[in-house]
């Protein structure tokens, strides 16, 4: 079995930032792609960001420019490091990986728990 647990979550000021972790533990032979995304109180969840296991990123649009995500390959971890946060980016943010857990089977995607991020105004 696979865990993913993500940290760094809390309540900061419009303007300021916010790094969240993710780290995933278990039968892991290999992490494929791993990502962000959010679900805000009355929404659909939502991407936000993912990188593959190369390292090629893919934001979208309502938060190019101001968050980056980033891997540690050799700890399994995946980091979502947020600037110039606003009201509208309040939500549960989910980690998932596509994880290879056998050698003859595909990856499966795997979430966490989430942790909540509030940002005032």
């Known amino acids: 079995q696979v865990q993913l647990v993500e940290s760094g979550g809390g309540l900061v000021q419009a303007g300021g930032s916010l790094r969240l972790s993710c780290a995933a533990s278990?039968?892991?032979?290999?992490?494929?792609?791993m990502g962000w995304y959010r679900q805000a109180p009355g929404k659909q969840r939502e991407l936000v960001a993912t990188?593959?296991?190369?390292?090629?990123?893919n934001y979208a649009d309502s938060v190019k420019g101001r968050f980056t995500i980033a891997r540690d390959n050799a700890k399994n971890t995946v980091y979502l490091q947020m600037n110039s946060l606003e009201s509208e980016d309040t939500a549960v943010y989910y980690c998932?990986?596509?994880?290879?857990?056998?050698?003859?089977?595909?990856?499966?995607?795997?979430w966490g728990k989430g942790t909540l991020v509030t940002i005032s105004s």
């Open positions: 998932t990986a596509d994880v290879k857990t056998k050698l003859l089977e595909r990856g499966v995607p795997y």
């Open positions: 278990g039968s892991i032979l290999r992490i494929n792609s």
């Open positions: 990188i593959t296991n190369g390292g090629a990123t």
